[in-house]
């Protein structure tokens, strides 16, 4: 697609409920990024998505976190048995994988924990 | 740890009037980019800087790497409502590149 395509836009689910967040990026962007951004701060970076490498799981921060990248293309962010705490915007971003090309960002997802 | 810290947090300011974003960090980058996001979006890149003392122009923007590769500063000559946003710095870190962000720039432009 033109962009990177997120959904849904907006999630809201009840404390200890498991979420799903996708994110389609751009045909040919090698490179896959989440970071999760709450209201009017900076972005905190979750997990990257490299080719066939394995994920840059660093930034996950429980194991309630996961995340998988199915051929190569769409991505998948997955919170189990979610907290308030997890309430905020995540966002998924694509890349090339050469030169000094930024990210492409999708328009995120906002997630409210009842 | 690679931090980047930008001031101010928040700027309200009229329009038509100039300002500057300053992102500093105590870590060498080997690039720096700028973001702009708007309510409800995605950031949007500006412009990515890769020399030291690099200075970048993007009509009324000029971005600017400083000679050491710690900082960088955004400014804004005669400042329009459509400028407002929150605005990012961000620079590659850790082992795999990936960008680590700034703590954020909210600018208010008041018609």
């Keep these: 697609g033109a962009g990177v395509s997120q959904s849904p836009s907006n999630k809201v689910t009840e404390k200890g409920k498991d979420v799903e967040l996708r994110c389609d990026p751009i045909s040919g962007h090698t490179a896959l990024y989440w970071y999760r951004q709450s209201l009017g701060q900076g972005l905190e970076f979750l997990i990257y998505f490299q080719g066939n490498s394995a ?20 991505s998948t962010l997955t919170i189990q048995r979610t907290q308030q705490e997890d309430s905020a915007v995540y966002l998924c971003a694509s890349r090339v994988n050469w030169g000094d090309y930024g990210y492409t960002f999708g328009s995120g997802t906002r997630l409210t924990v009842v | 740890t690679q931090l980047l810290e930008q001031s101010p947090q928040f700027l309200s300011i009229q329009e ?76 590659p870190g850790g082992a795999t590149n990936k960008l680590i962000f700034g703590t954020g720039t909210l600018l208010a432009i008041q018609p």
């Design chain 2, 16 to 91: 038509g009037e100039n300002l500057t974003v300053y992102c500093n960090s105590s870590s060498v980058f080997s690039s720096l980019q700028w973001y702009r996001q708007e309510p409800g979006e995605g950031p949007v890149l500006l412009v990515t800087v890769v020399t030291g003392g690099e200075v970048k122009k993007l009509k009324r923007l000029t971005f600017q790497f400083g000679d050491a590769r710690k900082d960088s500063s955004l400014h804004i000559t005669a400042a329009q409502p459509g400028d407002t946003g929150l605005y990012l710095c961000a620079g």
């Design chain 1, 55 to 74: 994920p840059d799981k660093s930034g996950l921060p429980s194991d309630r976190f996961s995340a998988e990248r199915t051929g190569g293309s769409v």
